[in-house]
């Protein structure tokens, strides 16, 4: 294989591996943001805020991580949020066993004194990174990011299995009472 051939190989290697890693992050900036929330001061949206935003009701706060360390919400243990630059940008990871799957997803980006951006994740599968890019860039920092919604719950394919595995070995207990009857 000459040196051409092998470059190309190389490339198409490169493209495909690069598109199948932005293929599982779902990229989000401020232009991206379904509604924006000003004001002064500037205070934390809770669960029914958010639904009042986007007028729904009866959301949870799933998920919340503060620059600086604390997490809370119900699927805390399953995420892990890492923020970079001022911070600017975070990246949500999901790390497990748990993930949220809902019909109707919100996620908040807030800054102490700027605007909160407010996303609708309807389109997320729970399980792809959130890659928050280019927030309060030279006017402020992320102070915290929290994932709100109406959370759906998800039976695991192991737990169909056996289930499946004992209903088949109920029928093949009753067919041999049966027979012997």
Same mark, same amino acid.
């Given at each position: 294989?000459?040196?051409?051939?092998?470059?190309?190989?190389?490339?198409?290697?490169?493209?495909?591996?690069?598109?199948?890693? &932005?293929?599982?992050?779902?990229?989000?900036?401020? +232009?991206?943001?379904?509604?924006?929330? =000003? /004001?002064? #001061? !500037?205070?934390? %949206?809770?669960?029914?805020?958010?639904?009042?935003?986007?007028?729904?009701?009866?959301?949870?706060?799933?998920?919340?991580?503060?620059? &600086?360390?604390?997490?809370?919400?119900?699927?805390? +243990?399953?995420?892990?949020?890492?923020? =970079? /630059?001022? #911070? !600017?940008?975070? %990246?949500?990871?999901?790390?497990?066993?748990?993930?949220?799957?809902?019909?109707?997803?919100?996620?908040?980006?807030?800054?102490?004194?700027?605007?909160?951006?407010?996303?609708?994740?309807? +389109?997320?599968?729970?399980?792809?990174?959130?890659?928050?890019?280019?927030?309060?860039?030279?006017?402020?920092?992320?102070?915290?990011?929290?994932?709100?919604?109406?959370?759906?719950?998800?039976?695991?394919?192991?737990?169909?299995?056996?289930?499946?595995?004992?209903?088949?070995?109920?029928?093949?207990?009753?067919?041999?009472?049966?027979?012997?009857?």
């Amino acid at each position: 294989m000459n040196a051409t051939m092998k470059t190309m190989k190389y490339a198409v290697a490169g493209l495909a591996l690069s598109w199948s890693v &932005g293929a599982l992050a779902l990229v989000l900036g401020p +232009s991206d943001a379904q509604h924006t929330v =000003t /004001g002064t #001061p !500037n205070p934390t %949206l809770d669960a029914s805020d958010v639904a009042s935003i986007f007028g729904t009701s009866d959301l949870t706060l799933l998920y919340k991580s503060n620059y &600086g360390g604390s997490e809370e919400g119900s699927f805390l +243990s399953s995420y892990t949020t890492q923020f =970079t /630059g001022d #911070p !600017n940008n975070a %990246l949500i990871t999901w790390d497990g066993p748990d993930y949220i799957l809902c019909p109707e997803c919100y996620l908040v980006v807030k800054d102490g004194n700027q605007p909160q951006y407010l996303f609708d994740l309807g +389109s997320w599968d729970g399980q792809e990174v959130l890659d928050l890019r280019d927030f309060y860039p030279n006017q402020g920092a992320i102070s915290h990011v929290a994932i709100f919604g109406k959370p759906v719950s998800v039976t695991e394919p192991g737990t169909l299995g056996l289930m499946g595995l004992g209903i088949l070995g109920l029928m093949t207990v009753r067919r041999k009472v049966q027979k012997n009857a």
